[in-house]
């Protein structure tokens, strides 16, 4: 094996030499699009063309879940004993982790997020979701009723089947994960289609399931566009359920696909403007702290991202220093393939347009740049996306930036007056993904956390995780959740077995 770079030169010498694998896996085998079709995969990092990928659409999707559901009803998987499950899904896990560097590469490549993140996060995280879920595969039981003694009535847990599974491009392994591992557990086939911008690390995750163990046809992997490829996936009668991450609005149309098919389950986990609640007896620089990686982190596109910072009006000025300083100090913005970075470069061109078009929404709105609010183009970044950690303060709740996801690095922050306003505020949102509330009163603690509609509330904390706890939100920020057992059970049906005895 390969030594691992240390150097911004030693990852971009790498890069130079990987030749990622663009076709689409489909039973068990690497595939080019029916049509013949491709589309160029150019990286944001520096701009270079880095993979030539399969361009699928509804003849290859077809081909996908005729894969999946055969492999389905002829029990290749489902009907192997708990403990070959288990062997199969810890080798998977293990194949991600011997692949570390390669993986990360891509991961990098495709989507603009730091080398050092992608180490020691992205696909770490992704092995040990697979190994989580692993776990459960001879530990997942059946129930009996108590309906007498004349009778037993059994209630099994079964795979529904075909799972579609679209996942959007800013944690393409880790998000793929949390719908591979619990529905494969399950006893489900999967048709992962990955997001058009970063289609790379998916492909090699359906060659590593392969090497695995995992039967031709359990996970087939269909790159492409919404249009063409995930649209076909979400409307095909022989689906049993979507799986969406993204956008709001689109999974929206997921919900509308599938009343408009053969009414397949769906579960989303869509868009957020995650508010931080910043009492006046906040511990002002843990909060700072918190706040400036949860937003700048990953060049802030995150679903959940703390987005929104209420602050009572007493101590907002000094707030707003102290995060602007944790981000110059603890979060510098550098070449995604410089190990020394924490900020990397925006997925395409049309989104960081869309991110500083943003700011200058804010500028006429009314806001201050308290911060950044450029494209960063110095220190040779002149190639790629990257924009500067921006804070955009005195922000007017019914503004623009106040209510929409930026998805971007851009902070934007609000004064409250009471406590009262301040729940007003969070929950004066069409979204409920994530929240935090930073206090050293734990009796206002209390009250804001019942209080505040999101599916996650972090009390003088933000982003800590765990595969054992829940997450997805409220509103419209969608329903169902990814990781934790309750996913499991989202990728199966309920069947009553009921035995009358004479």
């Given at each position: 094996?390969?030594?691992?770079?240390?150097?911004?030169?030693?990852?971009?010498?790498?890069?130079?030499?990987?030749?990622?694998?663009?076709?689409?896996?489909?039973?068990?085998?690497?595939?080019?699009?029916?049509?013949?079709?491709?589309?160029?995969?150019?990286?944001?990092?520096?701009?270079?063309?880095?993979?030539?990928?399969?361009?699928?659409?509804?003849?290859?999707?077809?081909?996908?879940?005729?894969?999946?559901?055969?492999?389905?009803?002829?029990?290749?998987?489902?009907?192997?004993?708990?403990?070959?499950?288990?062997?199969?899904?810890?080798?998977?896990?293990?194949?991600?982790?011997?692949?570390?560097?390669?993986?990360?590469?891509?991961?990098?490549?495709?989507?603009?997020?730091?080398?050092?993140?992608?180490?020691?996060?992205?696909?770490?995280?992704?092995?040990?979701?697979?190994?989580?879920?692993?776990?459960?595969?001879?530990?997942?039981?059946?129930?009996?009723?108590?309906?007498?003694?004349?009778?037993?009535?059994?209630?099994?847990?079964?795979?529904?089947?075909?799972?579609?599974?679209?996942?959007?491009?800013?944690?393409?392994?880790?998000?793929?994960?949390?719908?591979?591992?619990?529905?494969?557990?399950?006893?489900?086939?999967?048709?992962?289609?990955?997001?058009e911008q970063s289609p790379?690390?998916?492909?090699?995750?359906?060659?590593?399931?392969?090497?695995?163990?995992?039967?031709?046809?359990?996970?087939?992997?269909?790159?492409?566009?919404?249009?063409?490829?995930?649209?076909?996936?979400?409307?095909?009668?022989?689906?049993?359920?979507?799986?969406?991450?993204?956008?709001?609005?689109?999974?929206?149309?997921?919900?509308?696909?599938?009343?408009?098919?053969?009414?397949?389950?769906?579960?989303?986990?869509?868009?957020?403007?995650?508010?931080?609640?910043?009492?006046?007896?906040?511990?002002?620089?843990?909060?700072?702290?918190?706040?400036?990686?949860?937003?700048?982190?990953?060049?802030?596109?995150?679903?959940?991202?703390?987005?929104?910072?209420?602050?009572?009006?007493?101590?907002?000025a000094a707030l707003v220093?102290?995060?602007?300083?944790?981000?110059?100090?603890?979060?510098?913005?550098?070449?995604?393939?410089?190990?020394?970075?924490?900020?990397?470069?925006?997925?395409?061109?049309?989104?960081?347009?869309?991110?500083?078009?943003?700011?200058?929404?804010?500028?006429?709105?009314?806001?201050?740049?308290?911060?950044?609010?450029?494209?960063?183009?110095?220190?040779?970044?002149?190639?790629?996306?990257?924009?500067?950690?921006?804070?955009?303060?005195?922000?007017?709740?019914?503004?623009?930036?106040?209510?929409?996801?930026?998805?971007?690095?851009?902070?934007?922050?609000?004064?409250?007056?009471?406590?009262?306003?301040?729940?007003?505020?969070?929950?004066?949102s069409i979204y409920g993904?994530?929240?935090?509330?930073?206090?050293?009163?734990?009796?206002?603690?209390?009250?804001?956390?019942?209080?505040?509609?999101?599916?996650?509330?972090?009390?003088?904390?933000?982003?800590?995780?765990?595969?054992?706890?829940?997450?997805?939100?409220?509103?419209?920020?969608?329903?169902?959740?990814?990781?934790?057992?309750?996913?499991?059970?989202?990728?199966?049906?309920?069947?009553?077995?009921?035995?009358?005895?004479?």
């Open positions: 094996m390969l030594d691992r770079p240390t150097t911004r030169a030693g990852w971009e010498a790498r890069a130079a030499d990987l030749k990622p694998e663009g076709r689409a896996f489909i039973d068990g085998r690497l595939v080019p699009a029916r049509s013949g079709r491709t589309f160029e995969k150019r990286s944001p990092v520096d701009g270079r063309v880095i993979a030539v990928v399969a361009d699928c659409d509804a003849a290859d999707v077809d081909a996908a879940v005729a894969a999946a559901r055969a492999a389905f009803e002829d029990g290749r998987w489902r009907n192997l004993p708990p403990a070959e499950k288990k062997r199969i899904l810890l080798a998977f896990a293990d194949r991600v982790r011997a692949d570390l560097d390669h993986l990360a590469l891509l991961e990098t490549l495709d989507v603009g997020k730091v080398i050092g993140n992608a180490l020691a996060v992205d696909v770490p995280f992704c092995a040990n979701c697979l190994q989580y879920y692993a776990e459960f595969a001879d530990k997942l039981y059946d129930e009996i009723a108590p309906v007498g003694p004349d009778d037993t009535a059994l209630v099994r847990k079964e795979p529904l089947g075909v799972i579609g599974a679209i996942v959007p491009w800013n944690y393409p392994l880790i998000i793929s994960a949390w719908k591979i591992g619990p529905a494969l557990v399950a006893g489900n086939s999967v048709v992962l289609k990955p997001a790379l690390s998916a492909i090699r995750l359906g060659q590593l399931g392969k090497e695995a163990g995992l039967p031709d046809g359990v996970l087939n992997i269909v790159p492409g566009f919404g249009e063409s490829t995930g649209q076909p996936l979400a409307l095909h009668p022989d689906v049993d359920m979507i799986s969406f991450t993204g956008s709001t609005e689109v999974g929206k149309l997921m919900m509308v696909y599938a009343g408009q098919s053969n009414m397949k389950r769906v579960a989303l986990e869509c868009g957020g403007k995650s508010p931080h609640v910043v009492m006046a007896d906040a511990d002002l620089d843990a909060a700072a702290e918190g706040i400036a990686w949860g937003i700048f982190y990953n060049q802030g596109e995150t679903c959940h991202a703390g987005s929104r910072v209420l602050v009572h009006r007493s101590v907002q220093e102290k995060i602007a300083a944790v981000a110059k100090a603890q979060i510098p913005l550098g070449h995604a393939l410089d190990p020394a970075a924490q900020m990397g470069a925006l997925v395409e061109p049309r989104h960081l347009e869309r991110v500083l078009g943003y700011v200058e929404t804010g500028r006429a709105e009314g806001a201050r740049i308290a911060c950044g609010g450029r494209r960063a183009t110095a220190d040779g970044l002149e190639a790629g996306l990257y924009m500067e950690a921006t804070i955009l303060d005195d922000v007017a709740p019914n503004a623009r930036v106040a209510r929409e996801e930026i998805f971007g690095p851009v902070l934007v922050v609000t004064p409250f007056e009471t406590e009262a306003d301040a729940v007003r505020l969070a929950n004066d993904l994530a929240a935090a509330v930073w206090t050293a009163d734990m009796n206002a603690a209390h009250r804001l956390t019942r209080s505040i509609r999101a599916g996650t509330v972090w009390v003088n904390c933000f982003d800590r995780s765990s595969l054992a706890t829940p997450f997805g939100g409220f509103k419209q920020s969608g329903f169902g959740r990814d990781r934790s057992p309750h996913a499991i059970e989202k990728y199966m049906d309920f069947k009553t077995v009921w035995t009358a005895y004479r």
